[in-house]
């Protein structure tokens, strides 16, 4: 049975979570005793049906266990670099790394998981609950949302460079908690949304010009959703997000 004293190699760190190398695992401890039982289930069974697509770029679910009272998540560690650490190191091969982005993003989008949660009743709860916008900003919103098709396409929900691991076994995708079934225009903005809001503009434009090329995509069908994303993201109410995603808010824009 692992123990606190047994995770020593900390590999990465987010408000809720830390993230250890432990041999051949990789191990996520939620850092609050109390964290609900339902989430950490629902990330290891979304998790699952991933798993279930037969798609082979993620790393294996081992297991969910308790480290001294703390809900952990274990799954296969893949030893690499995230594409984020190779873009900053080689900054010539920007255009290499974002097509190799969008080819991964393009095989996830190819796949269906009909028990995944549906994408448009995330975005739809997500919008519901902002108090930050007018109810007449959010009928424009949820009305627009309401006019896409539902689609099944199996959506990543952050697909961004940090979560891409390049190592001597291959190319892994990680950090499934978001995934959703729905349509592949809306995953691909919310990885450009994702590029802007790291103030990256450039690579979100270069990327959504490759992305569009490789999978014959309408960019405008992709801007569309982009109000809808950007609104979602509020939800975390994170301060340094907030001006940029309220400037895309205004439907009339897309």
């Known amino acids: 049975m692992m123990e606190s004293k047994d995770l020593k190699k900390l590999i990465s760190e987010s408000s809720k979570v830390q993230v250890y190398e432990l041999g051949d695992k990789c191990v996520k401890i939620f850092k609050e005793p109390d964290e609900p039982k339902s989430v950490v289930f629902y990330e290891a069974l979304t998790y699952s049906r991933v798993e279930e697509t037969g798609y082979a770029k993620i790393p294996e679910l081992i297991e969910t266990s308790k480290i001294d009272g703390k809900w952990a998540i274990v799954c296969a560690f893949k030893k690499g670099k995230t594409l984020e650490a190779l873009m900053r190191e080689n900054p010539d091969k920007r255009d290499e790394y974002l097509s190799l982005m969008a080819d991964l993003q393009a095989e996830i989008n190819a796949l269906r998981s009909p028990k995944l949660s549906r994408q448009k009743d995330y975005l739809k709860r997500s919008i519901e609950g902002l108090d930050m916008i007018d109810d007449v900003k959010k009928y424009e919103l949820l009305s627009k949302l309401s006019a896409f098709q539902e689609q099944t396409n ?101």
Request: with cysteine; aromatic share 10%.
């Open 154 to 254: 199996l959506c990543h929900g952050e697909f961004m460079p940090e979560n891409i691991i390049v190592g001597d076994e291959g190319t892994f995708v990680v950090d499934w908690l978001k995934a959703k079934q729905g349509d592949a225009l809306a995953d691909a903005a919310r990885t450009y949304v994702g590029f802007c809001l790291k103030h990256k503009t450039e690579s979100a434009e270069r990327y959504l010009k490759i992305y569009c090329e490789k999978v014959g995509a309408d960019r405008k069908s992709i801007q569309e959703w982009i109000p809808i994303i950007a609104a979602a993201q509020l939800k975390f109410k994170r301060p340094e997000e907030r001006e940029l995603l309220l400037t895309w808010l205004d439907v009339a824009d897309y």
